[in-house]
């Protein structure tokens, strides 16, 4: 038996072991009276379960019969509710762990190109085999297909992808992949954890002197050492720098799912193991040690910084996460809704959100060059990252004034993703008495990749400065 009328054992089978096709629907109803806002979260199965959940509130039960016919709505105790409803038109719909069914749907599942659902023909073909938009100019149908296509989930699909695209990577019109230096080393490894994860990791360096100092990059949220970053090292290698960075677990090249962060603190973790390495190693021994945090991985540095609070000489904050900027948080009843969604869906991309690539990148071509970054995680994201990042964000803006080595931050004043006004307020908050903010007029989040040329290599030549400053002073004989 069909719809509402099957058993209700059989319906909760249905909603907890099926594949499903969720889709999320927000209603807002704000009302200058004492009624309370109401915000409705639909989660649609296309086998037409229905269910009805009032999980946030404390006396409410946990499931209220379903309705007796589809658009009827089944009174709910309090102001929340969370319905799963049939609806046969879906529309972003997102089958969840099954990347095989999302390509014969024809989704492709590369987060960084979204590309439009072919439409099946009268004779039964399936919209995967339909031809696929081109989204590279110059770049062979086959390569462009297989990227297409492929299941970004886990790491070896990563490395296969971004082994057959480097090549293509290198070749586009950025200023940061123009810049010609000589006498730069690099090399890239892979290197399992003490948690048993494999890590991948890069590093630059000028092979024909010694180093001046070590610079540990971490890198932005869903972003990789393998693309953009490349171009910042290289710059700041040719000054005679050794840079060092990672893949975060889950990100980039290294093992773990694709942009999932299960904790935060583990992921610091990671990178303080890592980077400690490093430092250790007897070819760098002496030689100074500064942090290099990026967006997110500005809170990265930050959290290492404060499990080591002597161990480093200095840090770089590039439009540090301090705070995920109000444009770009969920609404408030959202976060309560996705909170609770996390306990049951920790991994699911279910998180609202806006194009971060529009906000951050001011210039629309270096925008559109995002779409080379093959690896780079761009879907909505994952529920237990996104409660990660939130939490995070909170703990360091209670925490700036524990901030006590020597920094400088730099930040774009029209910066949409993270707030430049908490920036100001670690600069007047730290009680480090050497610290330096930069702030750039009207320029966005992404100030060492979506500006103008004149502007990325002003940032540069900044944080290359700085660098030269605080690499000179002595450092004791251990």
Known sequence: MRGPM???????????????????????????????????IELRNRHGCFFFLSPLL??????????QRRGHRTPCAGDWSLSIARREERWRSIRLGDCRAREREGEAHMPQVQSTPATATAAGMSAASA????????????????????CLDQAPERRRVREAFKDVQLSIDHCLFKGQYSDIGTKESYEQNSRGVEIFS????????????IVCVCHGYGDTCT??????????????????????????????????????????????????????????????SFLFGQSMGGAVALKIHFKQPNKWDGAILVAPMCKIADDVVPPWPVQQVLIFMARLLPKEKLVPNKDLAELAFKEKNKQELCSYNVIAYKDKPRLRTALEMLRTTKEIESRLEEVSLPIII???????????????????KAKSSDKTLRLYKDAYHAILEGEPDETIFQVLDDIISWLDQHSTKEVPLS
């Open 6 to 40: 099957r058993s209700y054992r059989e319906r909760e089978s249905q909603f907890l072991w099926k594949p499903f096709v969720f889709q999320i629907q927000v209603l807002r109803k704000n009302s200058r009276s004492k009624q309370k806002s109401r915000i409705e």
């Open 58 to 67: 404390p006396n409410s039960p946990p499931l209220i019969p379903p309705p």
């Open 131 to 150: 031809p696929a938009p081109r989204r590279w100019e110059g770049v062979d149908q086959a390569l462009e297909r297989m990227v297409l296509r492929a």
């Open 202 to 213: 890069k590093c630059w360096y000028p092979e024909n002197h010694r180093m001046k100092a």
């Open 227 to 288: 693309f953009f970053l490349d171009g910042i090292a290289r710059k700041i290698a040719s000054a005679g720098y050794g840079v060092f960075a990672l893949d975060y677990p889950g990100f980039g090249l290294s093992e773990g799912l694709h942009g999932y962060i299960p904790s935060f603190d583990t992921l610091v973790d990671d990178a303080t193991e890592h980077f400690t390495k490093i430092k250790e190693n007897p070819e760098h021994r002496g030689l100074p």
């Open 410 to 428: 730099l930040h774009g004043e029209s910066d949409l993703v993270t707030d430049p006004a908490v920036s100001k307020a670690l600069y007047d």
